[in-house]
C-alpha cells in the first residue's frame, strides 16, 4: 500500500528544542497539505503545496513554522523553538490535483514536556 | 469564527440502528462536501463525498443528504455495526484553494 506516509510517528521533546517531521505523498500527487490536530478537535489547516511552490499559509502558522517541499515530492515542517500550545497531531494529505480527494496520513504525534 | 458546525457531539447507537450526524455551514464558498472517518492513532480516511449539484449520495450502508437552500449536510449510517464506532468528520472544501474545513467530530459507539 502506498498511502501517505509521515515520519516520526510520534515525537516527544522538551519546550524550546526544534522539530522536523518529513511526509511522503502518494506518488505523482502534486497537492500536499498540512493539517493540525489537537485533542477532541477537528483537523486544522496549516499550509498546501503544489509541486514545490508553498501557495497559502494559514494564520496559525507563526514565525516559529516553516514548511518545505523542495522538489515536489516528499514535505518536511519545522518548528523552532517549540512552546507546550505546540503539542498536536500534525497530518499530511496529498492530492493529485486540487479537485481530486484529499488522502491522510496517520500522522506525527509531537508533545512538548 | 465557525464555519462548519457539526452534531452531535457523540452518538450512542445499537448494533443495527441508524446514526445520523449533521453539519451545517456557513461560507458558500464551498465546493464539496465529504465525511471523514477517524480511528484513534489513525489519520482521517475519505468515507464518502458529495457535489452541490446532488441532494443524496448512497454508497453501501453509507449515505450522504444535501440541502443546499438550508446549508445543510448530514451522514447516515444504516445497520450500524460496533465495527462502525470511531469520530466522523464533515470537512467542506473551499472552491478556492481547495483547503479542507473540518468540524469538530462526532464519537460514535455502536453496542453490541
Known amino acids: 500500500d502506498t498511502g501517505v506516509s509521515q515520519d516520526p510517528r510520534h515525537k516527544i521533546t522538551k519546550r524550546g528544542q526544534n522539530v522536523t517531521f518529513r511526509c511522503d505523498p502518494i506518488?505523482?500527487?502534486?497537492?500536499l497539505y498540512w493539517y493540525r490536530q489537537t485533542l477532541g478537535q477537528g483537523p486544522e489547516f496549516l499550509t498546501y503545496?503544489?509541486?514545490?511552490?508553498?501557495?497559502?499559509k494559514s494564520r496559525l502558522l507563526s514565525d516559529r513554522f516553516s514548511a518545505e517541499r523542495p522538489k515536489g515530492s516528499f514535505s518536511t515542517l519545522e518548528i523552532q523553538r517549540t512552546e507546550q500550545g505546540d503539542s498536536a497531531m500534525y497530518l499530511c494529505?496529498?492530492?493529485?490535483?486540487?479537485?481530486?480527494?484529499?488522502?491522510f496520513g496517520d500522522g506525527t504525534r509531537l508533545s512538548i514536556l | 469564527q465557525q464555519q462548519v458546525k457539526q452534531s452531535p457531539q457523540s452518538l450512542i447507537v445499537q448494533k443495527g440502528g441508524i446514526s445520523i450526524i449533521n453539519c451545517a455551514y456557513e461560507?458558500?464558498?464551498?465546493?464539496?462536501f465529504p465525511w471523514y472517518q477517524q480511528f484513534p492513532g489513525k489519520g482521517p480516511a475519505l468515507l464518502i463525498a458529495?457535489?452541490?449539484?446532488?441532494s443524496e449520495k448512497k454508497e453501501g450502508r453509507f449515505t450522504i443528504s444535501f440541502n443546499k437552500s438550508a446549508k445543510q449536510f448530514s451522514l447516515h449510517i444504516m445497520d450500524s455495526q460496533p465495527g462502525d464506532s470511531a469520530t466522523y468528520f464533515c470537512?467542506?472544501?473551499?472552491?478556492?484553494?481547495?483547503?479542507?474545513?473540518f468540524g469538530s467530530g462526532t464519537r460514535l459507539l455502536v453496542r453490541p
Open positions: 470537512a467542506p472544501r473551499m472552491d478556492s484553494s481547495y483547503k479542507l474545513i
Open positions: 494529505a496529498s492530492s493529485a490535483t486540487g479537485y481530486q480527494p484529499q488522502h
Open positions: 503545496f503544489q509541486n514545490e511552490a508553498q501557495l497559502e
Open positions: 461560507n458558500t464558498a464551498f465546493d464539496y
Open positions: 506518488s505523482e500527487h502534486n497537492r
Open positions: 458529495i457535489r452541490p449539484d446532488v
